[in-house]
């Protein structure tokens, strides 16, 4: 068995630097040495408030406060592998993208396909599409179904619809007994879940204080699913905890995520680089890079400082997958603007080792492959893409995970959340609301007829008052 320490995600910052890409591009030491001081009051800051809920830093403290939540976690998802042949997320953003990612990353990638699986099949419903809702029906027996309403706020119009729908369907196939079908996982008193779960008596579970969306992974949001599907939640939250003891230092040079957010905060603010992509060399880490995305997008894409000073920050997150995506976006990322940074997660050891055939022996450049294995020819193209980034002055860093199991992804779960969080405070905005995505859903709402506030009346009045469409622009 490896100890713990050989299992240390590490970030390599080495492409990012003038040394590997020339003056002129890249990052010199000195530039990350004058950030020190704002970085250690970063660190300072993001310390003195952990697990103040008010901030919404409850998160900070998950990975050591949910020994009694764990054990309940462990009892309802033995329940559900042994009552049930499918198990699925109705939620959407946060409380989606976590229970997706943490599912690819550490079960067999086609899970649902596989005869012998350690678990029920699972399926995360993060959209309303109705052709998509409609083929999930066709799929699952819903009185062979366990459905995990999620949803921080309870009020979430498209997990609410998704729940409506469903228990309809399971008041009409199962009538009484119904309920057991659903677990519920939300706020403990605000929202209309909580409530409607009082009412029929679904088996729930609390999203804590101080945890928003796209920070609840290690909350029940993503442990129940992940135990479900037979993953060791406690190395996840032991991963976690061995990255946060990495991130309390004020020293940037040894903190790994503070050192991510001021790398980023430099490369936008010195070198344009607004967009930042992550680009995975292994399939199973792919959906880690949705989550990414929303943490980043919008924890960091705000208007106004803290102290309501117009801004509008942000740096774009986008994703990409080793090596497919070299094949489609690499073009770009050497030769077009000079505005990415491309951050890769490389695996050193994968679960399966493929080896390549000999043959073709009359031609020599497709011979030559035969008697390696897949993975010594993944590793060879990232390192002939990180080494042709450098070539052409692009910034390029790479986070390397020793093997991708629960102990990593936690680790590499809470490296993201803490340099978000260190983020947002070089950037002195609020990482932890997303007033911006408001005011789509009240006009939605309004669009819908919604008439049980004066908002959403007033949000119709806007709505009609807009130019009306002009035919010479609809071609
Ligand atoms: O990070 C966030 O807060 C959001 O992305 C939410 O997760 C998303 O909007 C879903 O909200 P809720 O969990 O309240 O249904």
Redesign the pocket.
């Known amino acids: 068995m490896r100890q713990t320490n050989e299992l240390r995600i590490t970030l390599d910052i080495n492409n990012m630097m003038t040394e590997r890409l020339g003056a002129g591009h890249g990052i010199a030491a000195g530039e990350i040495d004058r950030l020190a001081a704002q970085a250690r009051a970063a660190q300072h800051a993001v310390a003195k408030n952990r697990g103040n809920d008010n901030l919404m830093l409850g998160w900070t403290e998950l990975p050591y406060n949910q020994t009694e939540i764990v054990r309940d976690i462990e009892v309802a998802a033995a329940y559900v592998r042994g009552t049930f042949d499918a198990f699925v997320v109705l939620?959407?953003?946060?409380?989606?993208?976590g229970p997706i990612a943490v599912q690819a990353a550490l079960n067999h990638l086609r899970w649902n396909e596989l005869e012998q699986r350690n678990g029920p099949k699972f399926y995360v419903e993060d959209n309303i599409d109705p052709e998509r809702v409609a083929s999930l029906l066709d799929v699952i027996d819903v009185t062979k179904t366990c459905f995990n309403v999620?949803?921080?706020?309870?009020?979430?119009a498209?997990?609410m619809s998704q729940y409506l729908i469903i228990s309809g369907l399971l008041k009409k196939k199962i009538g009484e007994g119904w309920q057991k079908h659903i677990i519920a996982t939300?706020d403990k008193e605000n929202?209309n879940l909580v409530r409607i779960c009082k009412e029929e008596g679904f088996r729930m579970f609390v999203?804590p204080d101080g945890v928003?969306?796209?920070?609840?992974e290690l909350s029940p949001?993503g442990l129940l699913p992940a135990a479900v599907c037979g993953i060791d939640i406690r190395a996840l939250l032991k991963g976690a905890a061995a990255m946060d003891a990495r991130c309390k230092t004020d020293d940037v040079w040894k903190n790994p995520a503070l050192m991510e957010a001021v790398l980023q905060y430099i490369t936008m603010e010195n070198h344009g680089a607004n967009i930042q992509v992550v680009m995975p060399y292994a399939d199973s880490l792919k959906y880690m890079a949705d989550w990414f995305c929303?943490?980043w997008a919008?924890?960091l894409g705000k208007n106004i400082t803290r102290k309501g000073v117009s801004v509008n920050y942000g740096q774009t997150p986008a994703k990409a997958l080793g090596v497919t995506d070299q094949h489609s976006q690499l073009q770009l990322y050497t030769e077009g603007p000079f505005d990415k940074v491309i951050t890769f997660l490389k695996v050193e050891n994968f679960r399966n080792e493929v080896p390549i055939p000999h043959g073709c022996e009359s031609f020599p450049n497709v011979a030559f492959l035969g008697g390696k294995t897949l993975n010594q020819l993944l590793d060879a193209e990232l390192k002939g893409t990180e080494f042709a980034l450098c070539q052409a002055g692009r910034m390029n860093q790479t986070i390397v995970l020793p093997e991708v199991s629960a102990y990593t992804v936690g680790q590499l779960l809470y490296f993201f959340e803490m340099a978000t969080a260190y983020m947002g405070e070089l950037l002195d905005i609020n990482a932890f609301n997303?007033p911006g995505?408001e005011n789509s859903k009240v006009a939605s709402f309004a669009v819908l007829g919604n008439t049980n506030e004066r908002k959403y009346a007033d949000k119709a009045k806007e709505m009609r008052e807009q130019p009306a469409p002009d035919a010479r622009y609809i071609l």
């Open positions: 939620g959407i953003g946060g409380s989606a993208l999620i949803t921080k706020s309870g009020a979430t498209e997990t939300t929202g999203i928003g969306g796209r920070f609840s949001v929303q943490l919008e924890s997303q995505v």
